[in-house]
């Protein structure tokens, strides 16, 4: 929900500061940039003194920074706090895929992580609630002070979260294994799958994040700006359909890799994603995006679901969170140059045009995902 704001106030924000689709797209690549750092330094600090210690520091951050883009009175402050943001963000996936990997037995631990993941679904339908509810009211503004609420949750994990057992008694074991992930990912046992893994991830994000932050904006546009010129409720649903979509994707998707595999489910997200995708962003008619937006979101968000499970089951305890972490922030990296890249390309010529780009990037990952090993069933050591 909180990084999703940002996409859904992006015009509001254009207009407000006088700046064009490009620059608007350089902000939300600075929020990347930081949450690929982010995403390491939390993996580290989890290997180093727990996942649950690691979860809440994230989510305080970037909650609190959520509220302070609210207080942007220029540019540039709207860029740090976004950058602060980005930390805190890359942090909490990364130790919260490894909490929930370490807690669920081989055979579930595809769905477990599915419905971990299509949290990010019922965040972004919640973004786009709280918009169409606060934005006519109190403004672009308001619904960044809003963004605060999820430090309450920090509460609730410290008090009723334990650390994995499997975490607790590595640590026992191995005290002297803490912080020393790093050169060990890259040793000759692990080198491969994290080049590829990193890879396969910089593909997907390039691609979720040059669409899902263009989405909001593409549906709200005019036709003459090369929009389809919904209402702000009317966006607002249309995106809540997305939603629902990709929701359904997360979830499917665990219950799909538990049963055929990961690399099969990769596989066949991945390629109707690359397929969907150039046909989205050529509809202009409601109805069209209506029925096709549900589908863009299934295909084109839940292959994430599987992304904390085949990273976990490829790297030992010792070194998972600094690895999950490490490929997942490093692999978001390539995603930020995407808001820019299909903002400047869809000013230029057009959001179909600039959607291709999208469909290029998940034909890529679905090549690299087939030289992933297939790891279904692994017991973690």
Same mark, same amino acid.
């Given at each position: 929900?909180?990084?999703?704001?940002?996409?859904?106030?992006?015009?509001?924000?254009?207009?407000?500061?006088?700046?064009?689709?490009?620059?608007? &797209?350089?902000?939300?690549? +600075?929020?990347?940039? %930081?949450? =690929?750092? *982010?995403?390491? $330094?939390?993996?580290? !600090?989890?290997?180093?003194?727990?996942?649950?210690?690691?979860?809440?520091?994230?989510?305080?951050?970037?909650?609190?920074?959520?509220?302070?883009?609210?207080?942007?009175?220029?540019?540039?402050?709207?860029?740090?706090?976004?950058?602060?943001?980005?930390?805190?963000?890359?942090?909490?996936?990364?130790?919260?895929?490894?909490?929930?990997?370490?807690?669920?037995?081989?055979?579930?631990? &595809?769905?477990?992580?599915? +419905?971990?993941?299509? %949290?990010? =679904?019922? *965040?972004?339908? $919640?973004?786009?609630? !709280?918009?169409?509810?606060?934005l006519p009211f109190f403004g672009w503004r308001g619904v960044f002070f809003a963004g605060i609420l999820p430090a309450l949750i920090t509460l609730w994990i410290r008090r009723r979260v334990s650390e994995p057992e499997i975490w607790v008694q590595t640590r026992k074991e191995q005290p002297k294994s803490a912080g020393l992930g790093l050169s060990e990912i890259f040793s000759p046992s692990y080198r491969r799958h994290a080049v590829v893994a990193t890879l396969m991830n910089a593909g997907t994000m390039f691609a979720w994040w040059g669409l899902f932050t263009w989405i909001p904006t593409y549906l709200k546009l005019s036709p003459g700006e090369g929009g389809a010129g919904l209402t702000l409720v009317g966006s607002s649903l249309w995106i809540i359909a997305i939603t629902v979509g990709q929701f359904l994707g997360y979830v499917t998707f665990g219950f799909i890799a538990d049963r055929f595999g990961r690399r099969q489910a990769y596989l066949l997200y991945l390629l109707v994603a690359a397929a969907v995708v150039p046909v989205y962003g050529m509809a202009r008619a409601p109805w069209a995006l209506l029925v096709l937006g549900p589908i863009v979101g299934f295909f084109g968000t839940g292959y994430f679901s599987g992304f904390a499970a085949i990273t976990a089951e490829l790297f030992p305890t010792r070194i998972r969170a600094t690895a999950q972490g490490f490929t997942y922030s490093v692999g978001r990296i390539a995603s930020v140059a995407a808001p820019s890249i299909v903002g400047r390309l869809a000013r230029s010529s057009g959001f179909g045009t600039a959607f291709l780009i999208i469909s290029a990037a998940f034909l890529f990952s679905a090549g690299m995902s087939s030289l992933l090993p297939e790891t279904k069933g692994k017991i973690l050591d």
């Open positions: 929900m909180d990084v999703q704001i940002y996409a859904l106030v992006l015009l509001e924000v254009m207009r407000d500061f006088g700046i064009d689709s490009g620059t608007g &797209g350089d902000l939300a690549s +600075i929020t990347l940039l %930081a949450s =690929a750092a *982010g995403g390491f $330094l939390f993996g580290v !600090l989890a290997d180093r003194v727990g996942r649950t210690r690691a979860l809440t520091a994230s989510i305080l951050l970037y909650s609190v920074a959520t509220a302070a883009c609210g207080l942007s009175q220029t540019v540039t402050q709207l860029a740090i706090f976004r950058f602060f943001l980005g930390l805190g963000f890359g942090g909490e996936w990364a130790t919260g895929a490894a909490l929930v990997a370490e807690t669920w037995p081989a055979e579930h631990r &595809g769905k477990a992580l599915g +419905i971990m993941q299509s %949290a990010w =679904a019922v *965040g972004y339908g $919640l973004a786009a609630a !709280l918009t169409a509810i606060v």
